[in-house]
């Protein structure tokens, strides 16, 4: 994308690497650029279809869940409505042709952390009211929820290597202290997004 | 030095090895690790910890658990400070500080106790009766009262400690460690049921922890001790120890307060969980009730259960020499348990005819006297009980020879009732069983079940049975298949019998005496009399009236002696007495706890923009917009805010300024019906906006008053972009969402909010086309950019959407980037403008220009005026409908007096008029009602250099150039204001389109 | 706290939802509705004890607006569906 030098980071100069030493039962990991894209359409056989085959992803149906493939992952949101979500670079585009679907750039409106360590549970329950035990909330499930009052969509990616989770970005200094605020008695690490393009802070 | 003079040499769950240090009342004092507050104080000997509210009377300890009504202090000093603690409670720790309450001087020699003399003048609502007037007085009065009734102190110093809130889910929550708890958590862990096990002890276990029963060949606590391993080993249980489950909510949500324990560095002091269980266990067990008879508040009287609690759990002497006044049987226990530690059992005094048979026997043999048909009349002594005096009794009423007995303890037992609060504020139905002379849980109203003394289940093999009973079904209603059968349990207890009730206890020789009800309110049983003779007969009004179960402890020991004596003196049955609510919390719970981490600047979450960490390295000062952060103004060194304004208004209208308008709601409208979904959202006209075109719009609620306005841009054919006010985003997204999902499920129109993903700024300035040509990609000239015209364009390499729109009443662009890109634009746009003077500005130079210019904003869409009041009603198109349309030719919203939008301007070109001000005729001296509208927006102008306002007034728009008062009383205004058009600056539009 | 069934996301703290009130069918030509009848349909709402048919949104979750059978004295919360979906009582 032609703004991908510029693109400054709502967390920038907040999300800078921490060490916990070898006690963190946190990490925090800030994803950063990401592509996101509203989607919208009537999940019908034609539609997974046509999504499939521009997106090289299924589409998840079921209420609560994501779907992932080569380019990035597609998570539920409603039931017409999902959210693309690749690294910055991917081929996924608002400006992609999928016939019966609404598709709108919404790339740098949420700020996105992965949060994972042993205490991963425990810290996300002190604000998430939504059951976490892995039972309830098996990888590949998404859902938006409230936490300390700002709402989020929180996924447990396939790989369940944590959790991640998308925050408004207006909201972004709030979470960042809510997260590391929570996290702060498990120990917390941070660490950089790779190829992090932000600015240095003043 | 051990000062430990009452502790016995063996026995009880404290560790003699770990000797700890407190201080009481200044005196250092030595306890165990185990020992409560409570029980370390009764090692020590003082009994004396407290002087009652109303009367001043020495108090002592009276239980020793959560519902203890005396023994409250005030614990540790400084920020850490805490009022009104139950010692009974207090897990003892090494340098912990605690000092009474209620007293002043000390409370050894206390002066309010004269009281206790004046309290034939202070009787049931004296205080609604005597302060009364004049009524100005009562802070006067109110300040020496509170004096006077020595409560608490709460802190001073900010708290040094935080909170927190942990959310939890579980198949079954167990309130209560005890035998019933243990069961019940047992059975269902089994099960295989996440299970929550909370407990209020810093030691789980209840009643096992004292009693002196074998289960299963094993002493209770070795029981107890492999029941909390086997849980504990169970990876799906959670036990909360020093957890009180102090509330039950709608859908089995129940929250818990945590102590967190070993206080540490980066570890709240306390947290809230907030537990969604799918069902609930109640084994909250039961309290014992005390009795009522004259002077029955002496320090050294103690419920019969504490007493043992403080010989068999924590190895203290609570006295001597003891009497045992009771109803029933489970008194019996302490008498044997006293007995066996050496204290001098004086007597039993029951009015029941004889006691259970098994019972008996133990006490017989022990050789401790039984007085059957008897009752305690008085206690004697002040500071400490040195006698009991009895008589013989029948239904409460005493009669022939006293006989005094002579002793330093006194233990009392009316009873068992079972802890119901959870299960009432569940919505529960309560029954009263008169064998128990209790109220126990009669119909559930949610998905939960009480076990054990908390139904009224007694025995520790009972409570067991019942418990795991009941951890069985909870588990077995979650889907899991139920653990195998409880194998039988032999416990060896004596059974306990019958009960006799006995409210309270009269006799001639005491009637001027107090009899206590309610031992922390001072609450007599002449003073619910006195009530019912006023009239108070309802329980409810009795409790307000006479105070009769508020507090700290909420009645948990006297609420059923109150209504009991109260339905004797109605003559009527308990049952129709009923009980007061009960409400959350079960004990009280700090306000620190309930706030968690969203206190000071966490209260709610911020909003910033993708430019605000410019703003506040340009010093800005900051303004709450909802949960947004906006910057009000940039001052420079040594300007004052008015001359900081003038400037940057004055910037605008002379070169060019640059604002930022992020927090403006943009909504992305798509599908095949969007226009024809504006058509019936806006007002006005959408069908013949061009694709590359802006325009303004006003909506309506469905009543017919303004709800928002804003600019609407035509993207693509079937693509718009709405903007809305910052304090209606969030409305206005779920209005629509409403109209569209609810009302118009045939349109095809999808909504984004895309608020989050545009960072938004305002060029505004003859100046702005310059600068704005400077740094983007595309022509962005009169011809290309026309007034209202929208395109896109690259600036400063980021990609942009320009709209050619005003607030400001000058030549001015709007542009949105992709919020990442929002900080770097915004300096390339500063970078650019540099050297024509670009000026940021604020929110307070925005409100003075729209000002100027006569712009509607959030003061004037105030839900009360139509789009005509504003003077936009030519704006409504008549060949469509629209939302709010129809109550438009109502007949109030059609009326000619209605209060329409107006400039005003200060005749002496000066007085400021202020916002709020209300518009009357008269003059300087002698305003004149009727009101006739109201100041809504006010700035100085630095362009017309004079005090202008907007204002809503009664038919307004006929009367420009009449003179009025603007008349503020709040701010001691009264200035005479001329009627004028509300578009001061350039009515025109010339410059706008410049 | 009540949790309601979204029906689109499953069961969530009610916390999660915004209350639009009970709904009312908006007359098909507002125009021909007089004045009694169009002050009905915007003022005019049952408060009743007992079941009550509202309208919820879920705005922290999947923005849908979901009708919601409840009972305002017990606050059960006998059925949920999408807008006009509701079974009949």
Not at chain 2, 693 to 702: D, F
């Amino acid at each position: 994308m032609a703004d991908a030098t510029i693109r400054r980071s709502a967390l920038a100069g907040l999300a800078v690497p921490l060490s916990a030493g070898s006690g963190a039962g946190i990490t925090l990991l800030e994803r950063h650029p990401l592509v996101m894209i509203n989607l919208r359409g009537v999940a019908d056989a034609a539609f997974c279809d046509a999504v499939r085959a521009a997106c090289g992803a299924e589409l998840p149906v079921a209420p609560n869940t994501s779907g992932t493939g080569p380019c990035g992952e597609i998570l539920k949101l409603g039931p017409d409505e999902w959210l693309l979500v690749a690294d910055a670079g991917a081929a996924w585009s608002e400006k992609m042709i999928i016939p019966g679907a609404t598709l709108t750039d919404v790339s740098h409106a949420r700020v996105a952390v992965r949060v994972k360590g042993a205490k991963t549970r425990d810290m996300l329950a002190k604000g998430c009211a939504i059951d976490l035990h892995p039972r309830q909330f098996p990888p590949g499930t998404c859902v938006q929820t409230a936490i300390a009052k700002i709402n989020v969509i929180l996924h447990q990616p396939q790989d369940a290597d944590g959790f991640v989770l998308y925050a408004p970005r207006s909201f972004a200094g709030s979470f960042w202290h809510w997260l590391t605020g929570s996290a702060a008695e498990f120990g917390c690490h941070v660490i950089a997004p790779p190829g992090d393009g932000s600015m240095p802070r003043r | 030095m051990n000062t430990q003079h009452h502790r016995l040499s063996q026995g009880g769950l404290i560790d003699r090895g770990q000797p700890l240090t407190f201080r009481f009342n200044g005196r250092k004092l030595q306890g165990y690790a185990g020992d409560t507050l409570a029980s370390a104080l009764i090692a020590n000997g003082i009994h004396l910890v407290g002087r009652s509210f109303k009367y001043h009377r020495p108090r002592g300890i009276f239980s020793a658990g959560a519902e203890e009504p005396n023994a409250l202090v005030q614990l540790e000093t400084g920020a850490r400070t805490e009022p009104n603690i139950r010692a009974t409670q207090i897990e003892l720790y090494d340098g912990l500080v605690a000092t009474s309450q209620h007293c002043w001087p000390s409370v050894g020699t206390d002066l309010g106790a004269i009281n206790n003399l004046l309290s034939r003048l202070l009787p049931a609502g004296f205080y609604y009766k005597t302060f009364m007037w004049p009524p100005s007085w009562w802070m006067k009065y109110e300040h020496w009262i509170r004096k006077m009734a020595g409560l608490g102190i709460s802190p001073r110093k900010p708290d040094p400690d935080f909170y927190e809130h942990r959310h939890a889910h579980c198949d079954v929550l167990v309130a209560g460690g005890g035998p019933a708890g243990l069961g019940a958590a047992l059975a269902a862990a089994r099960a295989g049921a996440r299970v929550i096990l909370a407990d209020e002890g810093f030691q789980p276990g209840g009643s096992l922890l004292h009693e002196t029963a074998i289960i299963d060949n094993l002493p209770a606590t070795d029981w107890l001790a492999r029941t909390l391993a086997e849980l504990s080993a169970l990876p799906e249980v959670l036990i909360l120890r020093r957890s009180t489950v102090c509330a039950y909510f709608d859908h089995n949500y129940l929250t818990v307060a945590e102590t967190v324990s070993p206080a540490a560095a980066g570890m709240p002091r306390q947290r809230l969980w907030k537990i969604r269980a799918r069902r609930v266990v109640l084994a909250t067990g039961a309290i014992e009730r005390p009795l009522v008879f004259a002077d029955n508040d002496r320090p050294g009287i103690m419920l019969a259960s504490a007493a043992r609690i403080y010989v068999n759990r924590y190895g203290v002497r609570p006295g001597h020499r003891a009497v045992i006044f009771c109803n029933n049987d489970s008194a019996y226990l302490a008498a044997l348990d006293l007995h066996r530690c050496g204290t001098h059992v004086a007597a039993i005094v029951d009015p029941r005819p004889f006691a259970g048979e098994e019972i008996a026997a133990q006490t017989r043999a022990a050789g401790i006297r039984m007085i059957h048909g008897h009752a305690v009349v008085r206690a004697r002594g002040s500071r400490h009980i040195g006698a009991v005096e009895i008589m013989r009794c029948e239904n409460g009423l005493a009669t022939g020879p006293v006989e005094r007995v002579d002793c330093d303890l006194l233990c009392v037992s009316g009873g068992w009732s079972p802890v119901v609060h959870l299960f009432s504020q569940s919505k529960g139905r309560l029954h009263y069983d008169e064998n128990l002379t209790a109220f126990v849980p009669a119909v559930s109203a949610q998905a939960e079940q009480s076990a054990g003394a908390a139904r009224g289940v007694y025995g520790l093999a009972h409570c067991i049975s019942d418990g795991y009973a009941a951890g069985s079904r909870a588990a077995a209603s979650c889907g899991l298949n139920p653990p195998a059968a409880l194998a039988r349990l032999t416990v060896h207890q004596p059974a306990v019998g019958s009960i006799l009730p006995l409210w309270k206890v009269e006799a001639e020789h005491t009637r001027r005496a107090k009899s206590f009800i309610d031992l922390q309110n001072d609450v007599t049983t002449a003073d619910v009399a006195l009530a019912a003779r006023e009239g108070y007969v309802s329980v409810e009004h009795l409790k307000r009236y006479t105070t009769l179960g508020m507090g700290t402890d909420q009645g948990k020991i006297s609420n059923i002696n109150g209504l009991a004596i109260l339905a004797d003196i109605n003559a009527a049955q308990i049952p129709e007495v009923g009980t007061t609510t009960f409400r959350p919390p079960y004990t009280p719970v700090t306000l620190g706890t309930l706030a968690g981490t969203e206190i000071g600047a966490h209260f709610d979450p911020l909003r910033t923009s993708a430019i605000h960490a410019w703003h506040e390295q340009a010093g800005a000062r900051f303004m709450n917009a909802g949960l947004w952060k906006r910057p009000r103004l940039y001052p420079l060194a040594g300007e004052t805010e008015m001359q900081t304004i003038n400037r940057e208004t004055l910037a605008v209208r002379r070169t060019v300024g640059l604002v930022d308008v992020s927090t403006l709601g943009k909504i992305d409208i798509k599908g095949r019906d969007a226009c024809t979904f504006l058509e019936r959202v806006y007002i006005n006209r959408w069908r013949n906006l061009a694709v590359g075109k802006t325009r303004y719009g006003v909506m309506l609620r469905e009543d017919g008053m303004v709800f928002d306005d804003g600019t609407t841009t035509r993207i693509g054919d079937e693509h718009f972009l709405m903007t809305t006010t910052t304090a209606n985003a969030v409305r206005v997204m779920s209005t629509l969402e409403y109209w569209l999902q609810v009302h118009w499920r045939e349109l095809d129109v999808r909504l984004t909010s895309v608020t989050e993903q545009w960072a938004a700024m305002a060029l505004a300035g003859p100046g702005s086309r310059q600068v704005l040509a400077a740094v983007a990609s595309a022509d962005v000239g009169d011809a290309a950019l026309p007034y209202m015209a929208y395109l896109e364009t690259d600036i400063a390499g980021c990609p942009a959407r320009v709209f050619r729109i005003s607030f400001s009443g000058e030549l001015a662009y709007e542009i949105n980037v992709p919020a990442d890109c929002g900080a770097a634009v915004w300096t390339a746009l500063l970078a650019a403008g540099q050297a024509s003077g670009i000026t940021p500005y604020g929110t307070e130079a925005m409100a003075v220009l729209r000002i100027e210019k006569g712009h509607v904003a959030g003061m004037e869409l105030d839900g009360r005026t139509t789009a005509d009041d504003l003077g936009l009603g030519k704006m409504l198109a008549a060949d469509k409908d629209c939302i709010g349309k129809r109550s438009l030719t109502r007949p109030g919203l059609a009326a000619a007096d209605r209060r329409q939008l107006v400039g005003l301007v200060a005749v002496d070109g000066r007085s400021p008029i202020p916002r709020g001000a209300q518009l009357v005729a008269g003059n300087n001296h002698r305003p004149a009602g009727p009101i006739m509208g109201h100041v809504t927006s006010t700035c100085y102008s630095p362009t017309l250099e004079r005090p202008v306002a907007l204002a809503l007034l009664s038919g307004g728009r006929g009367r420009y150039g009449e003179r009025l008062r603007a008349l503020s009383p709040l701010a001691g205004a009264n200035v005479e204001v001329e009627v004028t058009h509300h578009v001061f600056y350039d009515p025109e539009g010339k410059r706008l389109r410049g | 706290m009540m949790l309601i069934h979204c029906p689109h996301c499953g069961a969530r703290d009610v916390t999660e939802f915004t209350y639009g009130g009970a709904g009312a069918a908006r007359p098909a030509d507002p125009a021909a509705a007089d004045d009694p009848q169009w002050a009905d349909y915007v003022y005019m709402r049952d408060n009743p004890r007992g079941l009550h048919d509202e309208l919820w949104q879920h705005s922290a979750g999947c923005r849908r607006w979901i009708a919601v059978r409840r009972n305002t004295l017990t606050h059960d919360v006998i059925a949920t569906a999408r807008p006009g979906e509701l079974p009949p009582r």
